[in-house]
């Protein structure tokens, strides 16, 4: 589904596709694959407390730093609590950059087979068939309890309020 919202790369203006999701929302299913090529369904984190750290590609600066980040804060909320880490770059990709980056909290998806994922929650850049940087907190409800669409490609997301919202959802 296309839709006029827009995002910019560097002052440059782009087309998102999809839905964006709201708080408050049930949160979307989406077949993604795993860095072993297996197919991996978000359904099959049902009951955990997930953070969704949608990034550009891992192998930027700002998406590197994004997902060390929120795994240097997700270690510290226990077992029931996830970061999912999905970007449009190819799984052997992402599964270099986990070996490079010596994270071991962080779960790395990719959308880039059918771009799923960027569809069903609105992140989907259409000139360059990649994902627009995103955070999402989805609760054990599987309900969405914070939504941070960046306007910006080249900026960082607000860690303080994703990680407060993530906290909050972790407690109830």
């Known amino acids: 589904m296309e839709n006029t919202r827009t995002v910019t790369f560097k002052g440059l203006p782009l087309t ?5 999701v ?24 049902a009951g955990k407390t997930r953070l969704i750290n949608v990034v550009y590609s891992l192998e930027t600066n700002i998406c ?3 997902t060390h980040k929120f795994n240097e804060e997700a270690t510290k909320l226990g077992r029931e609590v996830v970061v999912l880490t ?17 994270l071991d909290n962080v ?10 994922f960027a569809d069903a929650y609105g992140v989907h850049i259409k000139e360059r068939r990649v994902t627009s940087r995103a955070v999402f907190v989805v609760d054990r ?8 669409y960046l306007t910006e ?3 960082h997301p607000n860690y303080d309020a994703a990680l407060q919202a993530l906290r909050s959802a972790a407690d109830k």
């Open 64 to 66: 590197d730093a994004q």
């Open 16 to 20: 998102l596709i999809g839905k964006p």
């Open 107 to 116: 779960t790395t998806l990719s959308d880039h087979q059918d771009m799923d």
């Open 86 to 102: 999905i970007s449009a770059d190819l799984p052997f990709t992402q599964k270099r950059w986990c070996g490079a980056s010596g």
């Open 22 to 45: 709201k708080v408050g929302d049930t949160a979307p299913d989406a077949e993604l694959t795993a860095n072993d090529f297996s197919p991996v369904k978000l359904s099959s984190y």
């Open 153 to 155: 490609v080249a900026m």
């Open 141 to 148: 409800q599987n309900v969405v309890r914070y939504v941070e």
